[in-house]
């Protein structure tokens, strides 16, 4: 029973990790970037763990000072690139859209999340059997990466000649672009699983003196991580709101709604970092690293291109350019499986 509750906590994680852009799509096209992004990141990385916290971990308040800063100073600092890497994701939607940005990101950030932290504790296991199976997992993921790259290059042909032909199409940004953006996300974005691999031990003592549990422990370090998150996500969004003046944009009709689009979104983000916990700690280790893994990851790429295709990314895009964007994923999704089949292998 306990397997089959994990699992469908991992599928529900997923969707909502491949869900929390959608809301971004239904922004006034006049608002700026920063306006709905930066709510966004106020309400993800500060609010909701400051609120939340209490009440799932045990003496939330009490776990840092107890771990001490000395330990917890560069967990907070991978947090700050973790953030910087969020924040392109934001750019990167926008940009390419959410099919495109999800891939890329995820396939690079899988990828990169498993091999610096293996790299930095524990080098030599990637001579073992499992380590070679994971690096093929890796190898096979920035396949995958390539492949969706390719996919951007022939969508933004395809969709910029159906646009000369018809004598339409508006300005929008470069895809090679957005694709960099992506792409450097992603990296980013894997300072999460750094910063996790440092901010576990560190924590560990303090939160079972409280008699925190897994799932109650992952949220306890989740929330470092966006705090460090925070600086640099919530800083980037208020030098915009300075830069391009647009904190008056706040006090015109509709703010409501961007601020509403906002919070779920946050509450989706959050969501799938608490139900990877919940469910990873009814899976036990052994499943949760391998099962869970690959489900989590799979299904969050396919959820985030699903929202992509329906909300008319790739309108206009030609069959060869859809084919190389499905070889794409398909290819994340074995190598996502070759990293899981790896992790399972480590714990025998």
Known sequence: MDIAIGIALMFLGAACGGSFGLPSKFVKKDTPWENLWGPFFLFATILIPVVLGPIIVKHFYAVFPKAGLTALILPILLGFLWGLGS???GMS???IGLSLAYALNYGLQIATGFLVPTL????????TTHGCVALAGVAT???GVVVVGRAAILRDRSVKK???ESQ?????PKMLIGVVVAVASGILCACYAVSASFA???LAKPLAAFQNVGWQSAFAIASLIVWGGAVSACGYCAILLCKNKTWGHFAKPGIGLTLTLALVMALLHDAAIFLWGLGFAYLGAKLGLSIGYAIFMSFAIIIGNVHGFRTGEWKGASRESIGWIAAGIAVLIVGVCLLGTGSYLSLD
């Open 87 to 89: 924040m392109t994701l």
């Open 162 to 164: 159906g646009a000369e």
């Open 200 to 202: 576990s031990p560190a």
């Open 168 to 172: 339409e199409g508006t300005k929008k």
């Open 141 to 143: 993921c920035l396949l």
């Open 120 to 127: 930095l504790h524990s080098p030599g296991q990637l001579l």
């Open 93 to 95: 939607f926008a940009f």
